[in-house]
């Protein structure tokens, strides 16, 4: 799929705007049009319903080791800033980057690739921030371009081996920055905090300072003790929260897929410690199917166990839900959801103060003097069972998901290109998103055939019932085959034609989006024909 067709057709239709395009945008920063503010929203009322107050608390769903409950949680974008030392953010949230003297721009260590060339008893690393054939075309062109040679004569360059990781480069005396004509103007890498610093109240110095929140997972942590207390929910229980967070991403890219503000869905499952290696495989095992069931079900999904090596301190175990981006280069994946097994990491560090493996153990940082670096709340997080008569601090599973990147995976699995007879039996181009109905925008469109016969005010009325259930548009200009082609276009479900067989059959025609087909169904029982089709 050709990404380009993609957003362009986001702009044209209202999924997705620049921030502050009008000022000439603000990077890495996106705004939902009519139709985005839809999709997303049914993305997150379908992983809420599905998680939350959909769930069966007295059953246990497949796979589960037992019924469990789940509550939400609307924590505050800003918190105490202690939070962020205790959780590690503060220390350990960071990329490196390195700046370019020449261009002035800054990229992520990480993120810049390259080739070695040498020719003519000369060698230098030429770097790019392209993956893939994209990123072998374009170090070819400036290896060429730097050694002032021109297209014919590029055998006369001898490339040593495939792009590899600026990371793999020790000096970088020899690097051609992605965007320097010079050798040698990036900078040493740098830490650089992600977390978006901001002061709170009358106090403008540090001891004001305080941090947006790059994730939503330390409120529900945070608020664990007040939500047992208050809500009767017992071990083994969940807190789910959805909401935005912030991350002064160095190099924001690939549309929505790295913003710097985006929206998560996170939950948090607290388990006894015995159990939570069986409930981190059901919650993988059921995040993993969630975006299957909602039309993620191709190859281009994929469920990946982290290495041994890849896996945090605390952890024992995590997977990332991976979606194959048409952004990224053949082969590569991008993280939809990460579920992650944190062990008892987080409640401990916001009781006791950030922690760190030592052998195989969790320590609380100490400084010189062995007081604690980051202290804790002091407060006793741990859990009493009344029926064990056992205290335990509780083991975490975090399935996080991001609402912008389940958004942008859905469209691009959605959008379909294909033929289509016209009113004449010849081919058609047709678009269509062909998007699951519960997430679709809009859920069906009302049409009369044509603007006269008393054709407009039955399906005025059609239209009328149909908003009491779902989000129905009304349409009565241009041709109907156009009117169709702008529903495909948007991923509407289902298109109801009023026409001269309405008025005296009181039928209506129903047309589905991905057959084609179209039947006929009574004006009464639209209702009725469209919540079988959707669902609902
Ligand atoms: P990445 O490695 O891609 O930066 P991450 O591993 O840092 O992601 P997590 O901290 O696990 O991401 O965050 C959980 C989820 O939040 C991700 O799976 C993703 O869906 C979403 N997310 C994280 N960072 C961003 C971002 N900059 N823009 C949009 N969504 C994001």
Known sequence: MDMDKLVSLCKRRGFLFQSSEIYGGLNGFWDYGPLGTELKRN????????????????????????????????STIIMHPQIWKCSGHYDLFHDFMVDCRESKKRYRHDQVRGRWVS????RAFVATQFGGDEGLAETEQKGLKFFGLRAKDAERLAWEGDLISLTKVADFAEVLGPD??????????????????TYVGALSGEEGAAFLRPETAQGIFVNF??????????????????????????????FTFRSREFEQMEIEFFCHPSQSADWYKYWRDRRYRWYTELGLAGDRLILRDHHQDELSHYSCGTADIEYAFPFLPPGEFGELEGIAHRGDFDLRSHMEGKLVREGDTLVVVKDAEGKPRHRGSGKDLSYYDDITRERFIPHVIEPS?????????????AYTEDKVPDENGNPRE????????????????????????????????????????????????????????????????YCITVDGE??????????????LKQWRVKVDDCVAELSKGLGG
Request: proline share 6%.
């Open 502 to 515: 309405t008025l005296t059959s009181g039928t209506v025609t129903i047309r589905d989006r991905d057959t």
């Open 119 to 122: 020719y003519q008893g000369k």
């Open 401 to 413: 998901a991001g609402a912008d990147r389940a958004t942008l995976a859905f469209l691009c699995e």
């Open 430 to 493: 047709r678009v269509f998103l062909k998007l699951h109905p519960r997430l679709a925008p809009v859920k069906a469109a009302v049409f009369p055939l044509v603007k006269k016969d008393g054709m407009p005010e039955v399906a005025q009325k059609i239209y009328r019932d149909l908003k009491k259930h779902f989000n129905v548009y009304y349409d009565e200009k241009g041709a109907v085959g156009r009117r169709y082609a702008r529903q495909d276009e948007i991923g509407t479900p």
């Open 43 to 74: 993305i997150k009322e379908a992983w809420w319903r599905d998680m939350i107050t959909g769930h069966d608390d007295l059953d246990a769903p497949a796979g589960a080791p037992s019924a469990f409950q789940m509550v939400g949680l609307d």
């Open 180 to 197: 320097a004509k010079a050798l040698g103007t990036l900078t040493p890498p740098r830490e650089f905090n992600l977390m978006f610093k």
């Open 225 to 254: 003790k007040n939500v047992v207390d208050s809500s009767r929910v017992s071990v083994p229980f969940g807190i789910a929260q959805v909401g935005k967070s912030f991350r002064n991403e160095i190099t924001p890219r690939n």
